[in-house]
């Protein structure tokens, strides 16, 4: 069974750097590119950034957290992190990771999310006022 389970998320104060853990299961880690994407309160879902299956390449959206954030990932767990910094209020979303194979690109995913295999459930992010 394919799962992809967040952890990390909860009340943060503005400007806190929480980080975001994605474990991954069913799958061979290796051969999927890992993406983070999150969805606000009445607002679309979008992309946070994507990284590739052999961790050289992360696409970052560039309009959401712009140079707040770091994606990485240790093959040995099977977990991709996101780490986050400097979060403001807008930042309040549910975040999702999401795993789809390879060739396929960061870049293809973080545009075409629609066109990705597997969803976790989300981890919850409240920046209050």
């Known amino acids: 069974e394919v799962q992809l389970v967040e952890t990390g998320g909860g009340l943060v104060q503005p400007g806190g750097s929480p980080r975001l853990a994605c474990a991954a299961s069913?799958?061979?880690?290796?051969?999927?590119?890992i993406g983070w994407f999150r969805q606000a309160p009445g607002r679309e879902r979008e992309e946070v950034a994507c990284?590739?299956?052999?961790?050289?390449?992360?696409?970052y959206s560039g309009s959401v957290v712009q140079g707040r954030v770091t994606n990485s990932r240790d093959t040995a767990k099977n977990t991709v992190y996101l780490e986050m910094s400097r979060l403001e209020t807008e930042d309040t979303a549910l975040y999702y990771c999401a795993g789809g194979p390879s060739p396929f690109t960061p870049f293809d995913y973080g545009t075409n999310p629609q066109c990705i295999n597997y969803w976790g459930e989300g981890s919850l992010v409240t920046v209050p006022s």
């Open positions: 069913g799958f061979t880690f290796d051969d999927y590119v």
């Open positions: 990284i590739s299956n052999n961790d050289r390449y992360t696409h």
